[in-house]
């Protein structure tokens, strides 16, 4: 099979329902809160891609027994920091930026050396702002310029701490809520605002936690050294993967796509208020609670009179995976677009705000830079592409792939699309489900 896909036809009308695989940030935590929970976990719909064979292969050589069964996965967890951690123990983290950070919490409590590494690109990926956190603890890590591969030693004595997370990363706001469990005492986070299904599952699971939410900042206190039991979860669907298919849907004409089963959870539904505001003809139908998480059938249409829109800043963190999908509707929307405060954007799998203006100047869409950090796009209603473009996607992102894909099926033009290996990490089905919905791929 290619490494590339060729379109060169826009996708015909559609008027279809579909799933999505399971949310990646749900399954990741599914599978590193069940290795270290007393007694047997069950998880169905997993997300079944790289980055979460790499967590089932990272808990496995820590001695944690997996089992998968038809329709579930089962982890037999051993409890807090019980660990069966063998002499030159590697883990490979893959191209999961999430699995790494989230896993030095975890292991934070062995005292023996762990080596943690990545593929090229997580490897260019900042771990500063976990091993700041993680040694305030007094847990050794080594590592060059603060980069992958990381040597972690940690200790049965870790102690609690206060910490500031002024990133608005859940990855280490999850990093640190993980190694809580190994401290003694109560760990206190500030938290910039960040897709909070860590602190969720911590609740359901009865981990004792403490959570108060102002407009900016998030109050967290775990309680550490608490055992929890085992637990069952129904993963839904990933709304970073729906996002590709609402697009789809928004820019197609006369088509109709109910996308069943999604994770809503209001951290991570910036794109579906960004889209509304763009007036598009989104709906969530359905609505229910799971687990403490907001789940929703997505009703979309195609829509013809999308609006520029300038988007506030605060929107940022509940919508970081699906901005690239925000400029390229921006791309064909009336006015002027606007999005700043978008430094860790770049600090993605690749570069992503970079790639923003590569595209998009690719496809003939004005631009102009905003600082270092922000994008003022100069949307084009009537843009038809006709032209042959060519993706080049050297550190292999995924969500670069995935966006081309849906521009090369909307606006037209023939495109060959590189590194279509890359969906194995997030949305193996990507190219299945849009071949169901009609897409032609030569
Ligand atoms: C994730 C958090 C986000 C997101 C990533 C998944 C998570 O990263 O970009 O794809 O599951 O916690 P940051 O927390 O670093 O912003």
Not at 112 to 124: N, R, T
Not at 174 to 185: F, H, P, Q, V
Not at 266 to 283: A, E, F, P, V
Not at 370 to 377: D, V, W
Request: glycine share 6%; with cysteine.
């Amino acid at each position: 099979m290619p490494n590339h896909i060729k379109i060169d036809s826009r996708i015909k009308k559609f008027n279809k329902k579909i799933t999505v695989s399971g949310d990646k940030s749900l399954s990741i935590r599914w599978v590193l809160l069940a290795s270290q929970a007393i007694g047997k976990s069950k998880a169905y719909n997993l997300l079944e891609s790289e980055d979460i064979k790499s967590s089932l292969n990272s808990i496995s050589k820590l001695g944690v027994k997996i089992l998968k069964k038809k329709n579930y996965y089962e982890i037999n967890g051993l409890g807090i920091n019980n660990f069966n951690v063998k002499k030159n123990c590697v883990l490979n983290a893959g191209n999961s930026g999430t699995l790494a950070r989230l896993i030095l919490g975890i292991i934070s409590g062995t005292n023996k050396k762990i080596k943690i590494i990545g593929d090229k690109s997580l490897s260019k990926r900042d771990f500063k702002r976990v091993i700041k956190p993680l040694r305030a603890f007094g847990v050794k890590i080594f590592t060059k310029k603060n980069n992958l591969p990381i040597i972690i030693k940690g200790n049965n004595f870790i102690r609690s701490i206060r910490y500031f997370e002024n990133i608005g990363s859940a990855q280490v706001k999850s990093c640190i809520m993980l190694c809580a469990l190994n401290a003694e005492g109560i760990t206190k986070i500030k938290a910039k605002k960040s897709r909070d299904h860590t602190e969720i599952l911590f609740k359901k699971i009865g981990i004792p936690v403490k959570i108060k939410k102002t407009a900016k900042f998030d109050y967290i206190e775990v309680v550490g050294k608490h055992e929890y039991n085992s637990f069952e979860y129904r993963i839904p669907g990933d709304i970073s993967s729906a996002s590709f298919f609402i697009v789809l849907t928004l820019l197609s004409k006369n088509s109709k796509l109910i996308i069943k089963n999604i994770n809503v959870n209001n951290s991570r539904t910036g794109i579906i208020d960004c889209l509304i505001k763009m007036n598009s003809k989104i709906k969530l139908i359905n609505r229910r609670n799971y687990m403490g998480e907001k789940l929703a059938d997505i009703y979309v249409k195609s829509t013809k009179n999308l609006k520029s829109i300038n988007c506030p800043p605060s929107i940022n963190s509940r919508a970081i995976d699906e901005m690239l999908l925000l400029f390229l509707v921006a791309s064909v929307s009336k006015g002027v677009s606007k999005f700043t405060n978008l430094e860790e954007l770049n600090k993605k799998e690749s570069k992503r705000l970079d790639w923003g203006f590569k595209i998009l100047k690719m496809i003939g869409i004005k631009t102009k830079k905003i600082s270092n950090h922000g994008i003022k796009i100069y949307g084009n209603p009537e843009l038809k592409l006709d032209k042959k473009f060519e993706i080049m996607n050297y550190l292999k992102d995924h969500r670069i792939f995935m966006l081309c894909t849906i521009a090369a099926l909307t606006l037209g033009g023939k495109w060959k699309i590189h590194d279509k290996n890359s969906i194995k990490t997030s949305f193996p089905l990507f190219i299945n489900i849009l071949k169901k919905i009609g897409a032609k791929f030569n």
